[in-house]
């Protein structure tokens, strides 16, 4: 069943230019023109996201938001504002917990890519909660198609962390989460445009500040589906560097949870032995040179040289063919 996606607006014509931007989309899309009936739907129906404007009779949008946070948590809200109403987007996002805000008049395109993402995230929160393997594995498989250059990144990047893991002597229990964590830690990305994901060539300076939101994305993700704090500190910490000098944070050395540090490792490994938009993949051995080049700066020395001894017992013939 489609998710229901709840637009509110006190303009007939805003309404109608959406009715007809979605009327082909696998949403069902419902309407309202003010608060007091937004909030009769939300009583009445499961919303995944509501996109309100502010600026309108009765209600106004940031208040309509904090109100429907009350009834309905999980629901993902949107504030569409004109520019001249953004002090009211940053307080639907720090008081209401709004997801994203939107300027109007809007780009087409950018709006629904947005809708849809935020449908995915809404999607992702409550399928996690008490998700089994399966479901875990195939929700962080859906967030990749986002980003057609990782395509099993995830389930790789488990593969390397539980080798770590293996070799340190950890027990199941962590492991498990350390697995889950993997698997997820990119889902912050599901905030993040294709076009950034997808973009060949080096990004902005722009795109990369977006670029380096995910992990806090991501973070908010598994803290609103009840995850562990092994999860949440692999997706919030996994860009931390050993230097001090990563995101979103800044924290170094052993303050970055030692699960982090294990898939940061994974993650850059599985990066560049893999083909992506900004550089050509290396071999196993190429690669090896390029993760001891980063101990100390970027990446823990002792997890560094524990992963490199399990490549080399592991992986023997793809590294000295």
Not at 120 to 134: G, K, M, N
Request: with cysteine; glycine share 6%; proline share 3%.
């Amino acid at each position: 069943m489609a998710e229901k996606v709840l637009f509110v607006d006190d303009e007939e014509d805003v309404l109608d230019s959406l009715r007809r931007l979605f009327v082909e989309k696998n949403m069902d899309v419902l309407f309202a023109s003010n608060g007091a009936e937004a909030i009769e739907i939300v009583r009445h129906n499961h919303i995944a996201v509501v996109v309100s404007d502010n600026l309108m009779p009765g209600i106004n949008g940031v208040d309509l938001l904090c109100m429907i946070s009350e009834i309905s948590p999980d629901t993902i809200k949107i504030l569409m504002t004109i520019y001249i109403d953004l002090e009211a987007a940053v307080d639907a996002l720090n008081r209401c917990g709004a997801y994203k805000f939107f300027i109007k008049p809007w780009n087409n395109n950018e709006l629904v890519e947005e809708i849809e993402g935020a449908v995915l995230r809404h999607r992702t929160i409550t399928s996690l909660r008490d998700a089994d393997e399966a479901t875990m594995l195939s929700i962080a498989e859906t967030i990749e198609l986002k980003d057609h250059y990782t395509r099993g990144h995830c389930e790789r990047v488990a593969q390397y962390s539980l080798m770590i893991a293996d070799e340190i002597d950890l027990g199941d229990g962590i492991k498990k989460e350390i697995k889950y964590g993997s698997w997820l830690h990119d889902c912050g990305k599901i905030g993040v445009p294709k076009t950034i994901l997808n973009k060949k060539g080096p990004l902005s300076a722009e795109e990369f500040e977006i670029i380096k939101k995910h992990p806090v994305w991501g973070a908010d993700v598994v803290r609103q589906a009840s995850l562990t704090e092994t999860v949440f500190n692999i997706i919030f910490s996994h860009h931390e560097k050993y230097g001090g000098n990563g995101y979103p944070s800044g924290t170094s050395g052993e303050d970055i949870p030692l699960e982090a540090r294990i898939v940061a490792i994974a993650d850059i490994f599985d990066a560049v032995t893999s083909d992506r938009p900004y550089n050509a993949r290396r071999s196993f051995r190429g690669a090896m040179d390029i993760i001891s080049s980063l101990k100390r700066r970027d990446l823990d020395p002792y997890l560094v040289d524990v992963f490199l001894e399990a490549l080399r017992k592991r992986y023997r013939k793809k590294i000295y063919r």
